[in-house]
């Protein structure tokens, strides 16, 4: 028998969430550590030169950072046979629409409800986070770690977009999501059917830690949302899990067919996210504009652990809001641009109608001037092309 992998991570992380649900899923012998695992100080960080997780050890010693290499180099190398990536195009494009939506989309209700009810979350999180990131340290060493990640992850709170201004229609806005998705679940286990895809994995992300697992959301989505709370327990199993859907085939939708009940989520997703992530393609671009001595290949913002590019400002609920610009979103975007570009020409039809009836289509479109891409474990610059602006 080999070596399991080793799958560094905290309970309390949003992306672990994500990673962790397709090695359940795929049942892949793994076994987790805390990222305050001395191993991950003296195997890891050098490494990859930032403070991440999850991360991924093969039983080569093979280090993969970020959820997306990671889920794609266990599809590809472990899983080929159940591959968490759709084959037919529509599903497949969709499903990177998801995977963007999921990961990036859904961190401003996860870091609210986190960050913005300490009276009931915050004895929990002290607790919950000095486990993952003090390995067998005294009271006073948790205390000082709590202090500072928290302290960190209370500011990021503002740059993905939460102010006390906008938390009413934040909160309005995530409830208005989980009857979309409760309503589509009614007929299906999974986003796209019988199976989870990279789209479910990244929903796991907010859902699971944060939104399932803290205390005051978790009641708001047991209560209001009992198949969401029940897709996220579905999702941390190896096995289905979906007894209350009969004997339901594990296959997707047939013949690549997008639901009413998912068209509705699209369409939520183009109401609530299509400006931010268009935003973000004109922000990186201006800011490509104004240094032109970038080069193919050098680090995103010179740093790993450099993960922002300023601040922009769009129109979300006819309301300015303010966010930070996040390069990684576009290695997102140009994998969801790969996957129509892959289609063919009747496939890419289909798909743009999908998108269009969403008011999503222009991300199959829009680009910076440079993607980002991923090597040796960290964002970097892609060639320069000619970028696509909206009009
Ligand atoms: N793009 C990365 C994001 C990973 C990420 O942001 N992880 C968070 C925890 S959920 C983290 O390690 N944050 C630490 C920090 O930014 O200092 C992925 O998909 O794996």
Excluded: C
């Excluded at 993969?64 to 159940?82: H, N």
């Excluded at 979309?180 to 895809?197: N, Q």
């Amino acid at each position: 028998m080999s070596d399991p992998y080793v799958f560094y991570g905290m309970a309390a992380s949003l992306y672990t969430a994500k990673a962790r649900s397709y090695l359940r899923k795929q049942g892949i012998d793994y076994v987790e550590r805390v990222v305050g695992d001395p191993r991950y100080a003296a195997e890891i960080m050098p490494e990859i030169g930032r403070l991440i997780m999850p991360v991924l050890q093969t039983p080569d010693g093979r280090i993969v950072q970020d959820t997306v290499d990671i889920i794609e180099f266990l599809d590809a190398t472990v899983a080929p046979d159940s591959s968490a990536f759709p084959a037919t195009p529509v599903h497949r494009t969709v499903a990177h629409l998801l995977e963007l939506f999921g990961g990036e989309g859904l961190l401003r209700p996860a870091m609210h409800y986190r960050w913005d009810f300490d009276g009931t979350n915050v004895d929990f999180l002290a607790k919950d986070f000095s486990l993952g990131l003090v390995f067998r340290g005294s009271d006073d060493e948790r205390a000082a770690v709590w202090e500072m990640a928290s302290g960190k992850m209370r500011s990021a709170t503002v740059a993905f977009g939460v102010s006390d201004e906008l938390i009413p229609a934040i909160e309005e806005s995530y409830l208005e999501f989980l009857a979309l998705f409760d309503a589509h679940l009614a007929h299906s286990p999974y986003l796209l059917g019988g199976r989870a895809t990279i789209g479910d994995h990244a929903f796991m992300g907010p859902l699971f830690a944060h939104l399932a697992r803290d205390p005051y959301p978790s009641v708001i989505m047991k209560q209001r949302a009992d198949r969401v709370w029940r897709w996220v327990e579905r999702m941390n199993t190896s096995n289905d899990d979906t007894g209350e859907y009969g004997d339901h085939p594990g296959e997707l939708f047939a013949d690549d067919s997008v639901p009413d009940t998912l068209a509705a989520l699209l369409a939520y997703i183009g109401a609530e996210y299509f400006d931010e992530a268009v935003a973000q393609i004109v922000a990186i671009d201006d800011h490509l504009a104004e240094h032109p001595d970038v080069v193919t290949g050098e680090v995103v913002n010179g740093k790993p652990a450099r993960r922002f590019t300023g601040m922009t400002t769009f129109s979300w609920r006819e309301r300015p809001m303010t966010v930070a610009v996040v390069p990684y979103r576009m290695f997102l975007i140009k994998r969801l641009q790969d996957s129509f570009a892959d289609a063919a020409p009747a496939d890419q039809r289909r798909i743009r109608s999908v998108l269009e009836a969403a008011g999503l289509d222009p991300l199959l479109d829009l680009r910076p001037r440079r993607w980002v891409e991923r090597s040796n474990n960290r964002e970097v610059w892609g060639e320069l092309q000619e970028p696509v602006r909206p009009t």
